[in-house]
């Protein structure tokens, strides 16, 4: 059965996305052939840094998603997505306004305004937020293409720690609701997957495991198994009341 994630009309086999917060050419290439990522996340102030070094390790069957990484305001992040599309990193943009330095929180307010300044220049915005249903709708009102909430602080690996609001996100909103940060162990990644989620975004977690291509691959085979969970049950939520695998009552009548 097809299922590909379509983000802004572009369509992915695969729903493992790395981060490229902590680059390294091995964890890289791991992603891609271990976990099969298929699209990776890219700040502009490191593809300008090194004469690109980070470019020359992408994969060219890999989609670039560059990020407004630094940007502070929404016509900070126009700017980057304009050279980013100089740069031939198509329409696809990361939003990510961070508002609180301490905990690398993003700015929901702010990356309202950003996507709707970024939709009306002609590119498709993936919002990093804080998951709020009334900020996600207003997102998409702006003209959002995918909205990516954090599940744990970045860098944390504490996991579903947002996890009722998620849900609430991918009951309210018909958009791809991709969950970014937070993610610790492969079981997180499936259970985000479960819950109906996209896909999922990656870095901390397998930059810092012992054995990189080993951690890829087994969230690579985590997110697959997690979504083929999610369409097993026709898209309801695994979270459910008790209910009895055999009759509870008759057996001594």
């Known amino acids: 059965m097809k299922d590909d994630l379509i983000i802004a009309g572009r369509s992915f086999s695969s729903r493992f996305i790395m981060g490229s917060g902590k680059f390294d050419p091995e964890l890289i290439k791991a992603c891609v052939e271990a976990g099969g990522a298929q699209i990776i996340t890219l700040a502009l102030r490191r593809a300008n840094s090194k004469g690109g070094e980070f470019l020359k390790y992408i994969p060219k069957n890999v989609a670039l998603l560059a990020n407004t990484s630094g940007a502070k305001t929404a016509q900070q992040a126009l700017q980057i997505a304009l050279l980013a599309r100089e740069l031939g990193c198509g329409e696809m943009i990361k939003v990510e306004l961070i508002g609180e330095s301490k ?12 996507c709707e300044l970024l939709a009306k220049n002609g590119f498709a915005p993936l919002v990093y937020m804080l998951p709020d249903l009334v900020a996600a709708r207003a997102m998409v009102d702006a003209g959002a293409a995918a909205i990516m909430p954090l599940a744990a602080p970045i860098g944390s690996n504490l996991g579903l720690a947002n996890k009722n609001l998620i849900e609430i996100l991918i009951r309210e909103i018909n958009l791809p609701i991709i969950v970014d940060a937070g993610i610790g162990r492969p079981s997180q990644a499936c259970a985000a997957m479960e819950m109906g989620c996209a896909a999922v975004m990656l870095n901390t977690a397998i930059a810092t495991s012992s054995n990189v291509a080993l951690m890829a691959g087994a969230f690579g085979k985590a997110i697959k198994a997690g979504r083929e969970a999610y369409l097993a049950r026709f ?11 055999s009759p509870l009552s008759g057996f001594l009548e």
């Open 235 to 245: 898209g309801r939520v695994l979270e459910s009341s008790g209910e009895a695998s």
């Open 103 to 114: 905990y690398l929180l993003p700015d929901n307010h702010e990356s309202i305004k950003a």
